[in-house]
C-alpha cells in the first residue's frame, strides 16, 4: 500500500525539482525564484493537476495574447477555456516568466524590490493574476512555510518548512535584513542535497538532455559525473573553450537542434537577450539560429526583434 505524500513532502520534491530553473529563471528575466516556485506548487498542486500532467502547464496561463503554440481545454472560469500546452515542463517555465515580462499589466511588477516577496505577490493579486481573493496571502504562505525567500538571496542551504515561527524567527522583510544573515534550519531540516539525491538530474528540453548548474559544480566534475570530453560542453552549449560554469546556467549534455520544438515558430527579443541565450532557451544550434534569421556571426537582435526559431526568415 502506498502511503499518500504529506503537504511537506509534496512541496520538498517539487522545490528539489525546479528550483534551479527558477533561480536561472530569475537570473534571465528577474521574476523572484520564490514567486514562481510559489505559483507553480499552487497553479499546478505540485505538478499533479491535469494541466501540469497532460500539457505541462504549470501557471495555469491560457491562450490569450496572441498564442501560436499548442493548446488543451478545460473548464476554468468559462466551459472549454483554451490553455497553453507545452513540450515539458522547462517550456511552461520559461513562457511564466516571458509572459509576466512582456504583459503590460505586470510591468510595475519590475520596478519592485525583488527581494520583498511579499510586495510581488499582493502585486500578482492586484494585476488580476488569479480570481483568488486569498491568492497573494496563498503565495506568501507557501514561501515562507518553505523559505523560499532564502533562493532570490542566492542561499540554498534548506527548503525545510518552519515548523512554528514566533514574530521574532518569522520571515526577513527585503528592508531590514542583510543579504548575508539567514536563520539556522531546524535540526531535522532536510537539505537540498538530501533531496536531490532522490530526484534526477537530467531533464529534457526540446529532446535533448540538459542540467542547470548547482552550487559546487567545476567544470571538471561535471565532465566526470556525466563522463564528457572537455570538448564536448563547449561544442554542445556554443561556449568558448575556457568557460566556466556558473550557477543556475543551462548545459546540454549532447548536440542541440537545428529548429526549436513544433509549435514554438518565433521569440520576440527582449532587452538583454543575445543569439546565444536564445539558442540555450530553445536548444537550437547558434550557428542554424543566426542562418535561419540570416544573421552574420556575432550580430544580436534588438529588443523587439521577431527571431524565426523553426524556418528561415523571408527574404525582404
Known sequence: MITPASGNALSEMYISQYRDLAVSEMKRTG??????????????DYGRSTLARTGNNH????????????????????????????????????????????GSRYSFLFGLDPLDYKAWARGLKKAGYATNPDYDNMLIRKIEENRLYDLDRGITASV????????????????NTPAVSVAAPAQDAVTFGDIMARVPRIMENNRVRYIVVREGDTREKLEKE????????????????????????????????????????????????????????????????????????????????????REVKPAL
Open 160 to 175: 525545510a518548512p518552519v515548523k512554528q515561527t514566533k514574530p521574532q524567527d518569522a520571515a526577513p522583510s527585503a528592508q
Open 59 to 102: 501557471f495555469g496561463i491560457k491562450c490569450h495574447n496572441g498564442w501560436r503554440g499548442p493548446t488543451m481545454t478545460k473548464h476554468d472560469d468559462r466551459r472549454n477555456d483554451c490553455f497553453r500546452k507545452y513540450g515539458n515542463a522547462q517550456e511552461s517555465f520559461y513562457d511564466h516568466s516571458d509572459f509576466l515580462r512582456s
Open 31 to 44: 521574476v523572484p525564484a520564490s514567486i514562481t516556485l510559489a505559483q507553480g506548487m499552487i497553479e499546478s
Open 226 to 309: 556525466f563522463q564528457l570530453m572537455k570538448w564536448e560542453y563547449p561544442r554542445f552549449n556554443d561556449l568558448g573553450d575556457d568557460f566556466v560554469p556558473q550557477v543556475g546556467q543551462i548545459l546540454y549534455l549532447e548536440p542541440k537542434k537545428d529548429k526549436a520544438a513544433a509549435g514554438l515558430d518565433f521569440h520576440t527579443a527582449e532587452a538583454g537577450d543575445t543569439m546565444h541565450s536564445i539558442s540555450q532557451k530553445y536548444a537550437v544550434r547558434l550557428k542554424s539560429l543566426l542562418e535561419m534569421n540570416r544573421m552574420a556571426q556575432g550580430a544580436e537582435p534588438t529588443a523587439g526583434d521577431k527571431i524565426w526559431l
